[in-house]
């Protein structure tokens, strides 16, 4: 397997400060099986009996052993507080059922109606003139031409002259099935004369949205005219993830907060879980309801929430940051005391704000990784990176020699124009280089962003194809 830059980073800091693993005592080492002999630089080449290495080294031997003690790693505590190691105990407890997610301010649909004509028409004045205007119920919104509405007002004249309650009844209940209100009605019945323009009033209060149309337009009942919205009374739809869906129901508290607003936050409880999963984004939408009669929450605002879907007691949690994720494993760091530490797998559970349920592989009170990122972010090369730490004469199995190479120092000058530093570095054992002064060039993938004269740092090396090293990455000791 190929290390990463960062798994490599990892052995070789190893080699050029300290012993992976202590040795064992030269007379209990003679009491060992030994299974076979493996050159320094490259574990692949083994031997039954010792001899040299194609680089010329030693080889080194395997014990039987050696698969007990093979995943513990040594690093010297100067090393450590240099990488800045934070740790972090198992803990049993409580841990809330916490539901962090995005949502967003939409119109209560209980307080919104839209505005159809029954009959075809002509708009001839338009009383609202764009979205966000304010109307009180029964005012008009508009006034209509409509042959049908006329011919409608004439019957019911007719009617009303006549002796026929029967059709009297008739020709006013088609009028207020086209629209009319009954106050226009009571003005036709009072004056006996039919009105050209009718108009159409508000069923609500509320502002104007979705206006579609203006003065002059020819509609059919087809056509949403406009919507009325009261804003008195807004939903927070929120979004929760699948693999959280199990958590979230009726009645629940719920915190929100928006960014646009700092220091205030507003309570409420879920009103509602709708029954489905979105196709496209794998989400359940649960909806709040909360009164807003300042209008501070405006539809479409986005908005951070957390609902709280109740604790779960007697629970192993670690930080989040120490749970280590691939495709197909999880595991975590763990400190062994004394410099000393493994990779051991786990199985995590739910996660809660900045912590993560442990189901299998950790005891409470031990000790976990929560730092030194660069240490642990290769997920798929760490375990081989362990395995592959030996004894103190052998601190980096399968560091070839064209392997990159991680070193320390101190940067005294930058050349940017000719991709260029310069560095006081530490001894780098693995290619046995004392401490000195001296020129790198740059490949192409160094970055020397934030990279200033006098910074402590850590590189990489690689070796070219004319066989000279060049720095592939550098980073800031922090």
């Not at 910074?455 to 070219?464: E, N």
Request: proline letters at 5%; hydrophobic letters at 40%; glycine letters at 8%.
């Amino acid at each position: 397997m190929k290390l990463s830059v960062t798994s490599l980073c990892l052995a070789v800091i190893m080699a050029s400060g300290m012993s992976a693993l202590k040795s064992t005592p030269a007379s209990a080492a003679e009491d060992k099986e030994i299974l076979y002999w493996v050159a320094p630089m490259d574990p692949g080449y083994r031997r039954e009996k010792p001899g040299k290495s194609p680089m010329g080294m030693d080889l080194v031997p395997v014990y039987a052993d050696a698969e007990n003690e093979g995943d513990i790693v040594k690093i010297n505590p100067v090393m450590v507080q240099n990488l800045g190691v934070r740790t972090a105990k198992v803990e049993r407890g409580k841990l809330w059922r916490m539901i962090e997610a995005v949502g967003y301010v939409a119109f209560d649909e209980r307080k919104l109606s839209h505005l159809h004509l029954r009959t075809d028409g002509w708009i001839e004045k338009l009383t609202v003139k764009s979205n966000g205007e304010r109307v009180k119920k029964g005012d008009v919104l508009l006034e209509l031409y409509s042959r049908e509405l006329v011919n409608a007002q004439e019957e019911y004249i007719q009617a009303l002259r006549g002796s026929n309650d029967y059709l009297t009844r008739a020709s006013k209940e088609r009028l207020e099935a086209l629209g009319m209100s009954k106050q226009q009605i009571r003005e036709v019945a009072s004056k006996r004369r039919a009105f050209q323009q009718v108009r159409i009033l508000a069923s609500q209060d509320g502002i104007v949205n979705n206006l579609n149309v203006r003065e002059g337009m020819y509609v059919k009942p087809s056509t949403e005219v406009l919507a009325l919205a009261d804003l008195s009374s807004v939903w927070l739809l929120v979004d929760v993830f699948e693999r959280q869906s199990a958590w979230v129901a009726a009645g629940q508290p719920a915190e929100v907060r928006l960014g646009y607003i700092p220091g205030r936050e507003w309570e409420g409880n879920v009103e509602f879980v709708y029954p489905t999963i979105d196709p496209k984004t794998r989400t359940l939408q649960a909806r709040l309801q909360f009164d807003n009669p300042d209008e501070t929450l405006k539809p479409d605002m986005y908005a951070d929430v957390r609902i709280y879907a109740g604790p779960k007691e007697n629970v192993l949690s670690i930080p989040r940051e120490a749970l280590i994720k691939d495709s197909d494993s999880q595991r975590v760091v763990l400190s062994l005391g004394e410099g000393r530490f493994r990779a051991v797998p786990v199985v995590a559970g739910m996660e809660s704000g900045e912590y993560v349920e442990i189901l299998e592989g950790l005891n409470e009170g031990d000790k976990v990784v929560t730092s030194a990122q660069f240490l642990i972010d290769s997920e798929a090369s760490l375990r081989a990176s362990f395995s592959r730490m030996g004894s103190d004469d052998n601190p980096v199995e399968g560091t070839a020699i064209d392997a990159p190479v991680m070193g320390m120092g101190v940067v005294n000058e930058i050349f940017a124009g000719e991709r260029r530093v310069n560095i006081s570095h530490e001894p780098i054992e693995a290619l046995g280089w004392p401490a000195m002064t001296m020129d790198f060039n740059l490949d192409e993938n160094a970055s020397l962003e934030g990279i200033t004269p006098g910074a402590k740092v850590h590189f990489m090396l690689v070796k070219d194809d004319q066989g000279n090293y060049t720095v592939d990455s550098i980073s800031v000791v922090e």
